[in-house]
């Protein structure tokens, strides 16, 4: 046993890095509880796309287990990994409902996205890819998708409804699922105050169960569910040679979600840990970034949207984790997750059609799932941070920021938030005189967003 745990301490260095057997453990189900929302919240979303709810809870939780132990193992960083929020609406929303993919292509797109982040990464071409993205647009397209999540949360909890006349409104606040949506989203608010690292998972749960002891969620609006392999292996490329441009556009939000959200979190992740040598960089960054991109790529095989590493992997950091012992602790706390997925299914289910009933609206406006409700809020929130990055005082960076969120938001629709804003950016910078402060791919792009509206919308 001594000599097992010696080849574990010398294999991740955990003695060289100043902690403990306890702390890597500690931290690994520290981060596994800031994060495990997802396992409720990602079946939820998908499922919109048709997917069935135990097929993608359990890809959910073998995929972000294969990436935590690849990331653990590869990087030997504690940084934890799963699919992640705002990838999932883009997946579901935009490339399912909007651009009309089924969602076996959708998988197809995911899993180009990942194999073009590992050559990029086996190639060094990181850097490059990073230049072309001027750093307005990389720190609004975040927050934007964070603004639109929080606002199909208020839907989802009522707080937030349709209307013919306004096109939204401040929903029933003396309705029983309003009520305690309001009160699960109170609860949350104070958990995150009280620095309880489970806040959003602690919440969701009891949301849930208030509405069961209230009878304000429907038990019959819960969806079938059982650990299912139906999702595995289900990846299609037809539709896309179908629409190559559509297709293409959508490899590329994919790509540069996964890519974003990978840099601004290893960057913050290893900041916080102490791991930024005296040069300012990260050492073993290109496995750390082929880890998440091999994450990506078992998350299209098992049937889940983008893979990709989460900052709630602070959560362990704080709790003294430095070494991959601790996500490889987190990747055997997902494969345990599946065991939950009766409470999973409770959590993720829809009781629009009674609301909107007792509203005397129809019940086909749209599906409400109020448990996760506080959640999507909350992230939304937790997502704005990189706003404060952005030179507001310098139009030509201040405005497109504006639009992206704007579009995305108002407009209701990723993608095109962050076309419009490539297009204001492209824009504003040649009108100003300054077009060469952007790369010349960047411009590229916004001539194809704009070819997209006048050729193909």
Same mark, same amino acid.
Request: hydrophobic letters at 50%; zero cysteines.
């Given at each position: 046993m001594n000599?097992?745990?010696?080849? @574990?301490?010398?294999?991740?260095?955990?003695?060289?890095?100043?902690?403990?057997?306890?702390?890597?453990?500690?931290g690994?189900?520290?981060a596994f509880a800031a994060m495990s929302y997802i396992v409720f919240v990602q079946p939820t979303v998908l499922a919109i796309a048709g997917m069935d709810f135990g097929a993608v809870l359990t890809a959910t939780c073998v995929s972000?287990?294969?990436?935590c132990v690849l990331m653990g193992v590869l990087a030997r960083y504690p940084f934890a990994l799963a699919p992640g929020m705002g990838e999932n609406f883009l997946f579901a929303l935009a490339i399912c409902g909007g651009m009309g993919y089924t969602w076996q292509n959708a998988l197809g797109m995911v899993l180009i996205s990942g194999v073009l982040f590992v050559a990029l990464t086996?190639?060094?071409?990181?850097?490059?890819?990073?230049?072309?993205?001027?750093?307005? @647009?990389?720190?609004?397209?975040?927050?934007?998708?964070? @603004?639109?999540?929080?606002?199909?949360?208020?839907?989802?909890?009522?707080?937030?409804?349709?209307?013919?006349?306004?096109?939204?409104?401040?929903?029933?606040?003396?309705?029983?699922?309003?009520?305690?949506?309001?009160?699960?989203?109170?609860?949350?608010?104070?958990?995150l105050l009280w620095n309880i690292r489970s806040a959003l998972l602690v919440g969701v749960l009891a949301t849930a169960g208030l509405g069961w002891l209230t009878g304000a969620f429907n038990a019959t609006d819960v969806p079938d569910a059982a650990i299912s392999f139906d999702t595995f292996f289900q990846v299609r490329f037809d539709q @896309?040679?179908?629409?190559?441009?559509?297709?293409?556009?959508?490899?590329?939000?994919?790509?540069?979600?996964?890519?974003f959200d990978t840099v601004g979190s290893l960057v913050g992740l290893s900041t916080q840990a102490g791991f930024i040598d005296e040069n300012g960089r990260l050492p073993r960054a290109g496995k750390a970034f082929l880890s998440d991109a091999l994450g990506t790529c078992a998350g299209a095989l098992c049937g889940t949207s983008t893979v990709t590493t989460y900052v709630e992997s602070a959560a362990g950091i704080s709790a003294g984790a430095r070494t991959g012992l601790a996500a490889v602790v987190t990747g055997g706390c997902f494969l345990l997750a599946p065991l939950l997925m009766p409470v999973a299914a409770f959590v993720g289910g829809n009781v629009g059609p009674a609301y909107y009933a007792d509203l005397g609206m129809p019940d086909t406006l749209v599906a409400m799932h109020p448990a996760v409700s506080p959640a999507l809020i909350l992230v939304g929130f937790l997502m704005l941070s990189p706003?404060?990055?952005?030179?507001?005082?310098?139009?030509?960076?201040?405005?497109?920021?504006?639009?992206?969120?704007?579009?995305?938001?108002?407009?209701?629709?990723?993608?095109?938030g962050i076309a419009a804003g490539c297009v204001a950016c492209s824009a504003c910078k040649l009108l100003a005189g300054r077009g060469r402060e952007i790369h010349a791919v960047f411009h590229g792009i916004a001539v194809l967003f704009v070819l997209r509206y006048v050729f193909l919308m």
């Open positions: 000599s097992f745990r010696s080849r @574990l301490d010398d294999f991740f260095g955990i003695t060289e890095r100043g902690s403990t057997f306890g702390r890597e453990i500690s690994g189900f520290s972000s287990a294969i990436a086996l190639t060094g071409a990181r850097e490059r890819v990073l230049e072309v993205f001027p750093v307005s @647009l990389r720190n609004a397209i975040g927050p934007a998708i964070g @603004l639109f999540i929080a606002f199909i949360g208020l839907q989802w909890s009522g707080l937030v409804a349709l209307s013919p006349a306004t096109m939204v409104r401040i929903g029933n606040l003396h309705h029983p699922v309003t009520l305690v949506s309001l009160a699960g989203l109170g609860l949350t608010v104070a958990l @896309l040679l179908e629409r190559p441009a559509n297709a293409l556009t959508a490899i590329a939000l994919l790509f540069f979600l996964d890519f706003l404060a990055r952005i030179n507001w005082s310098d139009l030509t960076e201040g405005l497109p920021a504006f639009i992206t969120v704007l579009g995305m938001v108002f407009g209701y629709g990723i993608t095109e």
